[in-house]
């Protein structure tokens, strides 16, 4: 980038810019890396990066991996009636569902939404937190955009979760038919709530390596 | 890089609230000429936006500012509309079902309850904190903070109240939940005589208030107590 020789960063010139409230305080003289800064405005401890922000993020998303297994191979509900019997749904099941019964586009939103949203949240964190540790300068621009999307559609996937709450809640005509919340459900609403927190914890500065430790001295 | 700063804000006295400086706040100066990007950390001059542009940062593109286009009365007035209109969202059904002549129909709170009694308390309270307390709070915080900021007072407990609102922005979900309305109502619609509820349009209507009112950001709440506070 032809204008980065311009560009100066937080950590070169001792500035920190609060993540809460916006304040940008500038440290006057050197402290010890350990010492706390809270921001003198709303206390947010200010860092130029998020310390164990890597650690965290590959906790919740081994976590959230491992759970979207069952999540998606467990029946996320099951339907009942006297004809039929009890019948168990898995998120793809439901997907097939509304692709047969002709509703192309919810079928698409929903496909999006549990299995699609979900599974490049994971791609992606893996590929932001792998070269965010080797301090790679590999398509920073591109890696910062994409953090900023899967931040932003995370939450999206708590869809079928409340689709399901509102069919057990709707669909109550006692033996003539029920719906109920099955153990899948519960695993797939842990994977969103757990790469929402993976997405949170993963400090997107980390992109941007210092071209040495911080520098202490302007 | 919000909004203009005035000069006489950098100059602001210290008020009594403030005087919790501490040896490193005081190592910490304000540097109000200044805005450093969150997701990269390059520094940028501030810079007065005109009403309806934005300000993103020259090395990663993040959004650092918009020039605002909702005034803070007007603010105040979404959230009112947003209060009452969640109350009607939770007290009116959803979804209507008729199957031949059996009729069956649920509020949020009555599908959060019945989702509890089904043994997934797990998931019930997850739906319950996302689609209902979350959306909820965020109204009454923005409501608590614009009320009185607009009367020119700084609200008891102003810094935690920002802080809980930066949590029940980012967790709370009543637009994903407004689309699985309408997933669930199709899915309903498939098996049986579904009609759609009032509470289903409040909500709708609850989506729109809420993303208007986070669209404006937080900048301007801080900004209003620094100017009446006079604190950093």
């Known amino acids: 980038m032809s204008e980065a020789s311009s560009l100066q960063t937080g950590a070169q010139l001792r500035l920190y810019g609060c993540p809460t409230c916006g304040r940008v305080s500038q440290l006057l003289h050197p402290i010890a890396d350990s010492t706390p800064l809270p921001c003198p405005r709303c206390a947010t401890p200010l860092h130029h990066r998020r310390p164990r922000s890597l650690q965290r993020t590959w906790a919740y998303l081994i976590a959230a991996t491992i759970l979207y297994i069952p999540a998606n191979l467990l029946p996320i509900m099951s339907t009942s009636n006297v004809f039929q019997g009890e019948t168990l749904h898995t998120i793809l099941g439901g997907i097939e569902e509304l692709r047969t019964g002709g509703d192309w586009l919810l079928a698409l939103i929903v496909f999006i939404a549990s299995i699609a ?102 | 890089m919000t909004d203009p700063v005035p000069s006489a804000h950098a100059h602001a006295p210290f008020a ?159 637009e994903v939940f407004m689309l699985g309305t309408l997933v669930a109502v199709v899915r309903c619609a498939s098996l049986t005589s579904a009609t759609p509820g009032i509470g289903l349009f409040a909500y709708g209507a609850v989506t729109l208030l809420i993303t208007a009112i986070t669209a404006a950001g937080t900048h301007n709440l801080w900004k209003r107590s620094s100017e009446i506070g006079g604190n950093a």
């Open chain 2, 16 to 174: 009594p609230a403030a005087a919790r400086a501490t040896v490193t706040a005081a190592a910490l100066a304000a540097r109000h000429d200044l805005v450093v990007c969150n997701e990269c950390d390059a520094v940028h001059e501030r810079i007065t936006l005109a009403r309806g542009t934005v300000a993103r940062c020259r090395r990663c593109n993040a959004l650092l500012g918009r020039g605002h286009v909702i005034g803070t009365e007007k603010l105040l007035a979404f959230a009112i509309a947003s209060l009452l209109l969640i109350i009607i969202g939770n007290s009116a059904p959803i979804v209507t079902l008729d199957f031949q002549g059996v009729v069956s129909q649920a509020t949020l709170p009555q599908a959060i309850e019945a989702t509890w009694n089904a043994g997934q308390p797990f998931v019930a309270v997850l739906t319950a904190a996302t689609a209902l307390v979350f959306p909820l709070v965020f109204t009454i915080l923005r409501l608590y903070l614009l009320g009185s900021l607009v009367r020119g007072i700084v609200p008891r407990g102003f810094v935690p109240a920002m802080h809980m609102l930066a949590f029940v922005t980012r967790w709370g979900m009543a």
């Open chain 1, 117 to 218: 949203v979900p599974m490049l949240k994971i791609g992606a964190l893996l590929v932001l937190v792998i070269t965010a540790q080797r301090r790679s300068r590999w398509k920073q621009v591109e890696r910062a955009q994409l953090y900023r999307m899967i931040d932003a559609v995370g939450h999206w996937s708590m869809l079928d979760v409340f689709v399901v709450v509102l069919l057990v809640g709707t669909i109550r005509f006692g033996p003539l038919g029920g719906v109920m919340p099955e153990p899948g459900l519960l695993a797939f609403g842990a994977v969103v709530v757990l790469t929402m927190l993976a997405a949170g914890s993963f400090d997107p500065r980390l992109i941007w390596p210092e071209e040495e430790a911080p520098q202490r001295h302007p």
